[in-house]
C-alpha cells in the first residue's frame, strides 16, 4: 500500500464514522415527525421533507423518519385538487434545534409559508396558526 493510501484510508475512515454518528454537515437524526395544516379550505396530504413523507393529520399521526441538517425543501398537496405547494420560505435545520429532541413538527400556514417546531413533547398547535385559522374562519362567516 502507498504512503498516500496510508495516510488517507484514516482519514476516509473517521469522516464516514463522523457522518453515521451525527457529527459534520450532513449528520441525520432519527426523529418523530407530524405536520400541522391551518388552512381549514382544504387538507393536504403527501407532506415531504426533501423528498421524504412525514407524519400529518393535525398533529394525529406520527411516523419516524431521519432528517438532515441544513436546508429543507418542503412540499405537499392539497386534497382537493392535487395542487403541489412548496414551501415560500427558506428553512433550514440547525443542529440546536435537534439535539436532544424527540418530535419535529412542520406547521404549514395558509400563505405556503411553513414553521418548524421540535421538541421532547407531543407537538401542539403554534400561536401563529391558531390566529391564521381563525382569520380565516371569520373571513368566511
Known amino acids: 500500500m502507498s504512503l498516500k493510501k496510508r495516510l488517507l484510508l484514516p482519514v476516509s475512515l473517521a469522516l464516514s464514522i463522523a457522518g453515521c454518528a451525527g457529527i459534520g454537515p450532513n449528520a441525520t437524526y432519527y426523529m418523530a415527525t407530524t405536520s400541522f395544516n391551518y388552512d381549514p379550505r382544504y387538507s393536504d396530504y403527501m407532506l415531504k421533507v ?3 413523507e412525514i407524519g400529518g393529520g393535525f398533529g394525529g ?3 419516524t423518519n431521519s432528517i438532515k441538517l441544513g436546508p429543507q425543501k418542503i412540499t405537499w398537496k392539497d386534497a382537493n385538487t392535487g ?5 415560500k420560505n427558506e428553512l433550514v435545520i440547525k443542529r440546536e434545534q435537534l439535539k436532544g429532541k ?3 413538527a412542520l406547521h404549514i400556514y395558509p400563505d405556503d409559508t411553513v414553521e418548524i417546531v421540535t421538541s421532547m413533547n407531543w407537538p401542539d398547535e403554534t400561536e401563529k396558526g ?3 385559522r381563525e382569520k380565516i374562519r371569520n373571513q368566511n362567516k
Do not use: R
Open 50 to 52: 426533501n423528498g421524504q
Open 61 to 63: 399521526a406520527i411516523s
Open 83 to 87: 395542487e403541489l405547494h412548496t414551501a
Open 102 to 104: 424527540k418530535y419535529l
Open 130 to 132: 391558531i390566529k391564521w
